[in-house]
């Protein structure tokens, strides 16, 4: 992820690195002191971060008296100059979210967050986002608004039938999903599953790796996206 960004492009560039990682830097403020935690992430269709995390943790006890956050989206991993190469840095407040929908779609990007989701000690958070701030290579920096960094358009429709295509795709063309996983993970790993799809694109996971399916253009509705995914599958049985 190291091309040189054009401006106009950098906020749909910094929500693919968001909705690439899995996992992210947390910072909460421990009683004004700053305190830092590695933590599992996933993304709503807006891109919003989401967050599972155990009452018991210190970051969450942060949050509780002070629910304002970053995130460090970091994807440097294997660059012998990791300061020259893509970040992100997202401000916001975390949110506590008791909605079945977002805890199912990050239980599909972390399958093993399904062991202890139901517990009573773990809560699902959203990100509410203010800014971000990008670093997208040497001499690339700025901050983008929540205005221009979330995806705006209405998702729910797109939303409501994520999870019957996501099983439809892993279900009918589970040899595509595998082709592409292989492919754009540069992995010859076996089991590659479709974990969830949004505007931009569809996720996807084999054991612990992850990469992701681009959109050459953003869909909004059902329709759109089976398309966009019918053409994908398409190119492989060509």
Same mark, same amino acid.
């Given at each position: 992820m190291s091309e040189t960004v054009p401006i106009r492009d950098s906020a749909r560039f910094a929500r693919r690195l968001l909705r690439s990682r899995d996992r992210g830097a947390l910072a909460t403020s421990l009683r004004g002191a700053p305190? !830092?935690?590695l933590?599992? !992430? !996933?993304?709503? %269709?807006? !891109?919003? =971060?989401? %967050?599972? %995390?155990?009452d018991l943790a210190q970051h969450s006890r942060d949050i509780a008296?002070? =629910?304002r956050v970053s995130l460090l989206f970091d994807a440097t991993e294997g660059h012998p100059d990791p300061l020259a190469e893509p970040r992100l840095t997202v401000l916001g407040r975390a949110k506590a979210a008791d909605d079945e929908r977002l805890l199912a779609r990050f239980t599909a990007r972390h399958p093993s967050a399904s062991l202890y989701a139901g517990f009573a000690d773990f809560r699902l958070y959203r990100v509410e986002v203010e800014r971000g701030h990008l670093v997208a290579g040497f001499g690339?920096?700025?901050w983008i608004e929540a205005s221009e960094l979330l995806f705006t358009p209405n998702t729910r429709d797109l939303a409501a039938h994520e999870p019957a295509i996501v099983t439809q795709i892993n279900e009918i063309h589970a040899d595509a999903i595998e082709f592409y996983g292989q492919r754009l993970s540069g992995r010859p790993d076996t089991g590659w599953r479709m974990t969830g799809i949004d505007p931009?694109?569809?996720? %996807?996971?084999c054991a612990g790796d992850t990469t992701r399916l681009d959109f050459p253009? =953003?869909?909004l509705s059902p329709e759109a996206a089976r398309a966009a995914l019918a053409r994908f599958v398409a190119e492989v049985r060509r």
């Open positions: 305190y !830092a935690s933590v599992l !992430a !996933a993304a709503d %269709l807006d !891109a919003s =971060p989401l %967050l599972l %995390l155990s008296f002070e =629910p690339q920096i700025e931009e694109g569809a996720d %996807l996971r253009s =953003p869909v």
